[in-house]
């Protein structure tokens, strides 16, 4: 008997009618009461046709439409004056909240559809773009996502963009610069170190004699942080904080319209007038910098001594759980629809895919995830289990540990010989938390036991995002990068709960998976970067200890996983050991 779920064959195309999986996900729903597109009445001139295609992102019959166009005008005028004023309202209505991003990058498609059945009646001319801007992920820095939408939003509204991909050093993004004569330099980077790597960067190009503007974009960065420690950094002033994809929009159109320095001498004149707030200015620094500057902090004797006590305390409230093996095991092949339970759709939808409430009541909006949303979902799980997108991998081990100061210190399995040790933060306040407090104390007599682990989704699902977004799938590549992330999560959840079981408390879950979710089972896990276990570089030594390699885990020269869709841990069996800030 065949117990595999039954997914459906893609219809067959035609060579001049191919299959197009996101105008068959569309069509779908024809029909549906809430599909405005399936009954709006055709325009009645075909200019306003063709801007009303960009932004209701309708590609069927396009070229049918252009063609008409091209009768009364030249092909550069369509773009220029038609299809560009569609992506313009498809940014203000982004920009009012009245059009998720999804569906922004479905205009950005048509748009890009658009453009190439035009170029074949154009001459290749340099200029015809409204400006050029080399675009690079920096150094260390693995993640391409805003880069990427960056990337379409500017592609689709008349720019020139030279997207030179992820882990670039200054080196060559200088290179390309001197390469392609751009009008501007657009660096981006998710982690907060490559914040200081941007830094860098503009001090380097500073001393080159370099003064094209530059704009910076990225999750850790804050307006205060560019508008002040950046701007200092590079010589002519010239940088310009980027929020999203659409500021890096108006900050080209102001570089087109000769408004860019204007713009900069506002931005300076609003600084002077406000109130001097150094808290703010350094807002940017409170993830992995904020704890890691209070690694290495030495203990007072009577805090020495009112730790052991605590950690004593600590120890009564609970007996050290018997792991069924020491060392490391891989799990190579973990069912990828065993996840799906502890997918976290909030942060799929909402964080990755940009599915925003606008406007609508919680119980509106999840009414419309349910109906609108959920079957993108139901199509993406049946493409990545029909094409092996994701290949879920982990390890995960058990190993005697103790605590020594603000030190989690590792042992072989004799637990007399130390094999590594984790240096964390302390809260720097009165009875301050540390990790290590979870764990009994080194010279207690007894040895604790610390579970780690290491995720992947792997690297195919990567690959073909990339490819994705090559090939113009802007809207299928948001959806499958987002969900990569998630899935990655939801495997880190399900070995979490794998460890729990196996030592024996997982019956204390809760059987609610979204309180699950959020913590509900004894115990925490906490991922390296974030402030209790800030250091990154101390993946290293969990990657050794597990064998990391197995499957196919590796570090980069900034300490970042790849995979990208990968994350790892350490795992505390303390009923109290739960989240806390530094």
């Known amino acids: 008997m065949n117990d595999a779920p039954y997914i459906p064959k893609k219809p067959a195309g035609t060579p001049d009618d191919p299959y197009d999986p996101l105008q068959y996900f569309i069509a779908l729903f024809e029909g549906r009461k809430g599909e405005a597109s399936a009954k709006k009445k055709r325009a009645d001139t075909i200019e306003d046709v063709l ?29 220029n004056d038609i299809l560009l004023a569609g992506m313009k309202v498809v940014g203000e209505l982004f920009g009012s909240g009245k059009m998720q991003l999804p569906f922004v990058l479905q205009s950005a498609e048509t748009m890009k559809k658009a453009v190439a059945h035009l170029e074949q009646f154009m001459e290749k001319i340099e200029g015809q773009q409204k400006g050029t801007i080399v675009l690079a992920t920096v150094k260390g820095d693995v993640h391409d996502i805003g880069k990427n939408l960056v990337d379409i939003i500017l592609t689709n509204n008349g720019y020139k963009v030279i997207n030179l991909g992820i882990k670039q050093p200054i080196a060559n993004i200088i290179t390309a610069v001197n390469e392609n004569k751009p009008d501007a ?39 205060a942080y560019v508008e002040e420690d950046c701007v200092a950094a590079y010589g002519s002033g010239r940088v310009a904080y980027a929020q999203d994809a659409f500021d890096g929009l108006d900050l080209m159109n102001k570089l087109a319209d000769g408004q860019f320095d204007t713009h900069l001498d506002e931005i300076k004149k609003r600084k002077h007038n406000r109130p001097s707030n150094a808290k703010a200015k350094q807002r940017w620094s409170q993830n992995e910098v904020a704890g890691a500057e209070l690694i290495g902090r030495e203990l007072r004797p009577m805090e020495v001594e009112a730790i052991k006590l605590k950690r004593a305390e ?76 994701l290949q879920p991998k982990a390890a995960y081990g058990y190993f005697k540990c103790a605590a020594e100061g603000n030190d989690l210190v590792l042992f072989d399995e004799s637990g007399t010989k130390e094999t590594g040790r984790f240096s964390l933060p302390r809260q720097d306040k009165e009875g301050g938390i540390c990790v290590s407090d979870f764990f009994r104390e080194i010279d207690s007599g007894e040895r604790d036991v610390l579970a780690m682990q290491v995720v992947t989704a792997g690297q195919k699902v990567a690959d073909v995002a990339r490819e994705w977004f090559a090939n113009n799938r802007y809207q299928d590549y948001l959806y499958l990068h987002g969900f990569g992330v998630e899935i990655a999560e939801s495997l880190a959840e399900y070995i979490h709960k794998r460890i729990r079981s196996e030592l024996g408390f997982g019956h204390e879950d809760d059987r609610d998976v979204k309180k699950l979710l959020k913590q509900g089972y004894r115990g925490s896990r906490y991922s390296f970067g974030y402030p209790a276990v800030p250091r990154l570089e101390d993946q290293k030594l969990l990657l050794e200890l597990l064998g990391a390699e197995r499957i196919g885990i590796e570090l980069s020269e900034e300490f970042q996983l790849h995979p990208e869709q990968s994350t790892s841990a350490i795992v505390v069996h303390h009923p109290q050991a739960k989240y806390f800030n530094i």
């Open 51 to 79: 801007k009303e295609r960009i932004i209701d992102g309708d590609k069927k019959g396009l070229e049918g439409d252009l063609d008409e166009a091209r009768k009364t005008h030249a092909p550069l005028f369509i773009i």
């Open 185 to 223: 330099i657009g660096l981006s980077g998710l982690l907060v170190k490559s914040t200081v790597v941007m830094r860098e960067n503009l001090e380097e190009l500073t001393q080159l004699g370099f003064k094209l503007p530059v704009l910076l974009g990225g999750a850790a960065l804050t307006r």
């Open 314 to 389: 600590l120890a009564k409230q609970v007996s050290v759980p018997a792991p069924p093996f020491w060392g490391a095991r891989i799990i190579e092949n973990v069912p990828f629809k065993a996840l799906i339970p502890y997918l976290n759709e909030q942060m799929l939808f909402t964080f990755h895919w940009g599915f925003k409430k606008a406007g609508k009541s919680l119980d509106e909006y999840w009414k419309w995830v349910e109906t609108d949303v959920k079957p993108i979902l139901k199509r993406l799980i049946d493409e990545c289990e029909r094409e092996d997108i």
